[in-house]
């Protein structure tokens, strides 16, 4: 792994990858970005003038550009996190989820296809191209909704209910395709729901925290009683970087750390954690097709690649909470739309 391109790196996972890859390996790092509302290079702000830092406004269904990209830095790694990412958002405007996660990806697979030479009869001799890698970020959310009892694993049948659900899953069946058609040695990642640093405050976490901090209202959609499995995103990282590393070409891995919790009930500890009243708390007009729980068994990931997650949530959510009051400047640019000319500021020239 010497020449990594991660597409989506100004938004929130991506940005926080960066900066593990840039701590924890010597490898360049070519972060691709469209830059839409989600991404803000102010994430990356530290690293800018990094010497394995490279980065390229541009969005992953630009051909030419993708092509351009492997050319130039001899692309050996893709992570792809680039994606229109808010379910909410994908009830209102699902085209664009079409287009970025799926088109998106069958760019980036092409690319690295070409770029990667690979001969055409590798899907029957397995054995893949060394030194090269392409690894898909994909969600738990393409399994669908669980009930009361279970748990997804890798071999839970994909039964996505939102067309941001859709999209993720359709991106993954052409991951697959490419790996069984062309033997391109990927791998596919399914985590939870992530929290920490850098999260868009259209999600519920940051949301719930910069409403607190305002004494504004907490939405909280229908009953509440909806259960997510929250991970911190920085064990997200580590598990991608051991994936990367470990992980066997063609496989799945979930990644969770066993922690589902009730909407409510995280909202009622952000409301306590920051010495605020429940009184905040306003029950709204449930999400449409609103999945009812998920929970990952993260079983293939600890036992098969020894990852585990380093972060309980109680230590996580402080932190993440104290991150948000440490950064009021970073979220009221988001909050005012400032964060949009940043781009403009540090790289017109
Ligand atoms: P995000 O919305 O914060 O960031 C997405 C980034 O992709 C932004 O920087 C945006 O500018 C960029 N982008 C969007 N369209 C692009 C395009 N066409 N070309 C280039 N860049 C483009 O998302 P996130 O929460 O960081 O999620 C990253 C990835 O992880 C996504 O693929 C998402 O499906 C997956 N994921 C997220 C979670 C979660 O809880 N947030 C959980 C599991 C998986
Ligand atoms: P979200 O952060 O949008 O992630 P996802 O939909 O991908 O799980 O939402 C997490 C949960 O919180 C989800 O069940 C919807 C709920 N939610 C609210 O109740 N109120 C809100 O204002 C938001 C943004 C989410």
């Known amino acids: 792994m010497k020449n990594v391109l ?4 100004a938004g929130f996972i991506g940005s926080n990858f ?12 070519v972060n691709l970005d ?3 509302y989600a991404g803000n290079l102010e994430n990356l702000e530290d690293v800018r003038d990094h010497k394995n830092y490279r980065f390229v406004k541009g969005d992953i269904r630009d051909k030419a550009l993708v092509e351009q990209i492997f050319a130039d830095y001899d692309i050996d ?12 958002r994908s009830i209102v405007e699902p085209e664009i989820f079409l287009t970025t996660n799926v088109i998106g990806t069958q760019v980036l697979l092409d690319a690295a296809k070409r770029h990667w030479n690979l001969a055409p009869d590798d899907k029957y001799s397995r054995e893949y191209k060394e030194g090269v890698r392409y690894l898909q970020v994909s969600t738990d959310e393409v399994y669908g909704a669980l009930g009361k009892t279970g748990m997804f694993t890798e071999t839970t049948p994909l039964s996505p209910n939102s067309p941001y659900s859709v999209s993720k899953a359709s991106a993954d069946m052409l991951v697959r395709a490419y790996n069984n058609t062309f033997g391109l040695p990927v791998v596919i990642t399914r985590c939870s729901n992530n929290y920490g640093p850098y999260q868009f405050p259209e999600k519920l976490i940051p949301l719930m925290i910069n409403n607190c901090m305002n004494d504004k209202q907490l939405p909280v959609y229908g009953d509440g009683m909806q259960i997510r499995d929250w991970l911190h995103v920085k064990d997200h990282c580590s598990a991608i970087a051991t994936v990367l590393e470990k992980g066997r070409i063609g496989e799945v891995y979930n990644i969770g750390g066993n922690n589902e919790k009730a909407n409510v009930n995280i909202v009622k500890l952000i409301i306590s954690t920051m010495g605020k009243s429940e009184d905040l708390i306003t029950y709204v007009k449930d999400r449409p097709g609103h999945d009812r729980r998920y929970a990952i068994d993260n079983t293939k ?4 690649l020894g990852w585990a997650p380093s972060y309980t949530f ?12 440490n950064h ?21 020239q």
């Open 6 to 9: 991660v597409t989506g790196g």
């Open 18 to 29: 960066v900066h593990y890859m840039l701590e924890n390996s010597d490898a360049l790092i």
């Open 34 to 36: 469209a830059l839409t």
């Open 77 to 88: 790694t893709v992570v792809n996190f680039a994606a229109e990412s808010h379910v909410d």
């Open 301 to 304: 990931i600890t036992t098969e």
């Open 314 to 325: 109680e230590k996580g959510i402080a932190e993440t909470i104290e991150w948000f009051m």
């Open 328 to 348: 009021r400047d970073w979220m009221n640019k988001i909050i005012s739309g400032d964060y949009l000319n940043y781009y403009n500021k540090m790289y017109e």
